[in-house]
């Protein structure tokens, strides 16, 4: 059963810096550059979409099927065992967090996992100024001020709404950044995309600067599978067909006629998230003719299941040191500990 949790009012107002908002311009790019399969998993970032209130029960509400995926999913384990970790570790990870440091939070995810994950780390540290969560998605920022207003209601909140993956230079904005990425979302990224990313994260860092990292390092196919083929898994996927549609500018574009398909690719760690056309097609998606044929394959993003030693040689190679590394009981997520190198020369 899933955890529910009542949050009481107050009247007092939060403090909250201004909402910085993202330009779309990169996600029509994106979709466009997916349907003619010049570039392939790069929409994951945009999986978390919000409905639209003046549409009645609007299918792209990715924010919701993935609510209902961790809290619901009896098999989907990456969400109850980065609970367990997280909470298990909180005090020792706060040893890696600067005095009057700035936490920024790459994906607070949605309430529940904010409560259940951002929130014990949080309470664990009684020498931070600032928290800043980034998000693509509005909610899960709005959901991560309300329960701060709360529960921390001294802490500083400067939400960032964008794309993190993306904009990396967010982190120099800030004298002594500590970056939180929680819940193995890095694993979005495929290797040579990972150490770009850690790569501009280590230059973004000052020499001081520190990420803690959650990673899924499963090489089972059965749990992987019982994971993430279910049919909550597959709205949750499909969703952002229907965000395409909403807010994009296509003609005859019909986001139903295509089914889910993981794929499992084990000599490289990843688990393959398809869609499959399940007839044909022909639309037009920003003045550009697309035609699609029954069966056709695209690959919308995937998830990385990288080992240990694996994904700290990834790190170094970007130019970070581990320091320390936690493991599950389950011996499946593992957070990872990182430091700039000059931090530690």
Sequence with gaps: MADHFSIPIHLSKPKVATMIEFDSSLFKEKVKYFFLHIEEETLAAYMYSTPDTTIETDPARGEEYYRQ???????YYLYKEDVRLINKVANQLSNYVPQGGEIIEFGPGPKTAFINKS????????????YIPVDLCKTYLDQAEDVLQDELPDLLVKPIQDDFIENTDLVKQFDKPLVWFKGSTITNLSTNQCVDFLTNISQALPSEGIIIVGVDAN??????????????????ILSVLYCIDRDLPTTNFNPAAFKYQPEWIPNNYCLKHNVIATSNQDFVFDGVNI??????????????????????????????????HFVDESQRMVIHVLASKNSVA
């Design 291 to 324: 035609s699609i044929k029954e069966d056709e394959k695209f690959h919308l993003f995937s998830s990385y299941k990288y080992p240990v030693d694996y994904f700290q040689k990834i790190a170094r190679q970007a130019g970070l040191e581990p320091l320390t």
């Design 69 to 75: 995926v961790i809290e619901e999913s009896v098999d």
């Design 119 to 130: 929130l014990p780390f949080l309470k664990s540290l009684n020498h931070i100024k600032t």
């Design 219 to 236: 090489q089972s196919e059965s749990s992987l599978k019982k994971a993430y083929d279910t049919e909550k898994g597959a709205n949750f």
